[in-house]
Antibody, heavy 122, light 106 residues
Framework: QVQLVESGGGVVQPGRSLRLSCAASGFTFSSYGLHWVRQAPGKGLEWVAVISFDGSNKYYADSVKGRFTISRDDSKNTLYLQMNSLRAEDTAVYYC???????????????WGQGTLVTVSS | SYELTQPLSVSVALGQTARITCGANNIGSKNVHWYQQKPGQAPVLVIYRDTYRPSGIPERFSGSNSGNTATLTISRAQAGDEADYYC?????????FGGGTKLTVL
């Protein structure tokens, strides 16, 4: 069965960096695009970034563009999110999510991890 | 940017039909997907591409999409259906979520 397990969250000061990881299993990792989606406490879902199945295409929400970098390591079946210049408004649970159709991006998220909490506070 | 509008809350009596709307300009021309999120849990896909149900999702969940409104319909509502529901579309290399609707089963 598909499993996505996020890690790397924690408390970090404004302006500092953090790297999130998402370990995947149960599917052919190299065939699927992957997203990061976040949810601030008590708020709705916000899409953050996506990387295509082959890593050739990456897109970001305007709110994180230039500060966050999405990447993948197919040899480790792991997705990453490098977050720099963190702000208080980046405080959220960060979910990784798998694209529902192989070799595409513009589709639904069919599996989600349980999320990892990032708190940006001094 | 493309915006999706959902009601903040919807209430339904136990066993009755709930309808949750997602409004946007010409949303009928897009594929709409719906997610259910219970407190403290990750979202779960309940409807994709307007009308399709993933395996394991009860037939009580259905979707439609036309004009400026997409609708998630939950028939014979159960207490376990209480959750937040989000619609989502893809638009110009961004993935957009509605603000979410809290469904209360009375």
């Amino acid at each position: 069965q598909v499993q996505l397990v996020e890690s790397g969250g924690g408390v970090v000061q404004p302006g500092r960096s953090l790297r999130l990881s998402c370990a995947a299993s149960g599917f052919t990792f190299s065939s699927y695009g992957l997203h990061w989606v976040r949810q601030a406490p008590g708020k709705g879902l916000e899409w953050v970034a996506v990387i295509s199945f082959d890593g050739s295409n990456k897109y970001y929400a305007d709110s994180v563009k230039g500060r966050f970098t999405i990447s993948r390591d197919d040899s480790k079946n792991t997705l990453y999110l490098q977050m720099n210049s963190l702000r208080a408004e980046d405080t959220a649970v960060y979910y990784c999510a798998k694209v529902g159709i192989a070799a595409t991006l513009n589709h639904y998220f069919d599996y989600w991890g349980q999320g990892t909490l990032v708190t940006v506070s001094s | 940017s493309y915006e999706l509008t959902q009601p903040l809350s919807v209430s339904v009596a136990l066993g009755q039909t709930a309808r949750i709307t997602c409004g946007a300009n010409n949303i009928g021309s897009k594929n709409v997907h719906w997610y259910q999120q219970k407190p403290g849990q990750a979202p779960v896909l309940v409807i994709y591409r307007d009308t399709y149900r993933p395996s394991g999702i009860p037939e009580r969940f259905s979707g439609s999409n036309s004009g400026n409104t997409a609708t998630l319909t939950i028939s014979r509502a159960q207490a376990g259906d209480e959750a937040d529901y989000y619609c989502q579309v893809w638009d110009s290399s961004t993935w957009v979520f509605g603000g979410g609707t809290k469904l209360t089963v009375l």
